[in-house]
């Protein structure tokens, strides 16, 4: 019988979808003895998944709840089979990202500052963000209170399963897609990474959603940021290492672009770290994928991959095979 190791944190009832003839080991978080396992599913937590792989014995299939693996193939080297969890996570993570961008063009920071103070007055302030960030000077009546997403440009960095479920939630606001993705194809059209630097001026928005590698490593550097638009809104929803931070926080304290982050590099994001005080900088410390349904929509295409594992077919997600 094929034995399962998974978080003993995740409820019981979750997999109820596992396929019949496989036992089922819950792990706890304070693992101190050695366990056989065929098939392990790692805490989405890091750094206790680190801590109980030394106890295990046998694992051949790693089954991650997450779309990033970054970071186990370094700990479980190369002779185990590594699937991710794609396509898990891809609602939860669009929304996130649309409404991150909704939240910065309606001025959401902003009004929240003005709602803790409860100074309606303040509104006005919004009009004169509206010129400083965006370089728009022209006098406008009835002040400007806030910015549209309605016909702007994105460029979407990554088009993968979530970066298709972006543009999907994007549709109904006639914004002008551009796709970036690691190999250029013709339909829909979508540019190669090659292509970044000339498309990055082009954009009002530049939505990151691709995996982080030894390529992708500071994507987004001083150069990129500085072809951006002036008052370009930078959205990450992938990984932190993905833009140079140091980059960063001069831009936003330079007053050229705005951001929204879900991830940082180093993260988590120490206390005191300078990102925590910029301006023109929305925070969420990663929390895109987390929704109700994280669990559930991650188990069942765990659950799919180890019923294609059982009956030798091929799996969908695999991020490394095993050699």
């Known amino acids: 019988m ?4 998974y978080p003993e944190t995740l409820a019981a009832e979750l997999f109820s979808d596992f396929p019949q003839g496989v036992e089922l080991i819950p792990l706890p978080n304070s693992l101190d003895h050695e366990i056989d396992i065929d098939v392990w ?13 030394p106890h295990l014995r046998g694992v051949r299939l790693v089954l991650a709840l997450l779309a990033g693996t970054e ?13 991710n969890a794609h396509g898990a996570h891809n609602i939860s993570t669009a929304e996130w990202t649309v409404a991150s961008i909704l939240a910065m ?44 997403l309605t016909g702007k440009t994105v460029l ?8 298709k479920e972006i543009e999907r939630m994007l ?6 897609m551009l796709r970036v993705a690691h190999t250029a194809r013709s339909e829909p059209p979508v540019h190669a990474v090659s292509d970044l630097d000339s498309l990055l001026p082009r954009a009002e928005i530049v939505v990151l959603i691709l995996p982080s590698t030894a390529e992708t490593r500071w994507l987004i550097g001083r150069r990129q940021l500085a072809l ?29 672009i705005r951001a929204a982050l879900d991830v940082t590099d180093p993260e988590p ?5 300078p990102l925590w005080s910029c301006p023109n900088l929305l925070l969420t410390p990663h929390v895109g994928g987390s929704s109700p349904q994280f669990a559930p929509r991650s188990l069942r295409t765990a659950a799919g991959e180890l019923r294609r594992y059982i009956s030798g077919e091929p799996l969908y997600n695999v991020v490394q095979a095993a050699i």
């Open 2 to 5: 094929l034995r399962v190791g």
């Open 41 to 53: 599913i790692p805490d989405p937590y890091p750094a206790r998944a680190i801590k109980t792989w």
């Open 71 to 83: 970071w186990i193939p370094g700990v479980v080297g190369p002779r185990v089979t590594i699937c």
């Open 105 to 148: 063009l309606k001025y959401f920071p902003f009004y929240l500052d003005l709602q803790r103070a409860g100074q309606w007055k303040r509104r006005f302030e919004a009009s004169a963000r509206y010129a400083g960030i965006t370089g728009d000077t022209r006098s406008i009546y009835p002040p400007v209170m806030l910015e549209e």
């Open 156 to 163: 979407l960095v990554g088009y993968g399963a979530i970066g």
């Open 171 to 176: 549709a109904p606001f006639d914004v002008e």
């Open 228 to 256: 951006m638009k002036q008052g370009a809104l930078l959205v990450n929803a992938a990984r932190g290492p993905i833009v140079d931070t140091n980059a960063l926080v001069d831009a936003l304290h330079a007053g050229r």
């Open 269 to 273: 994001l120490p206390d005191g770290h």
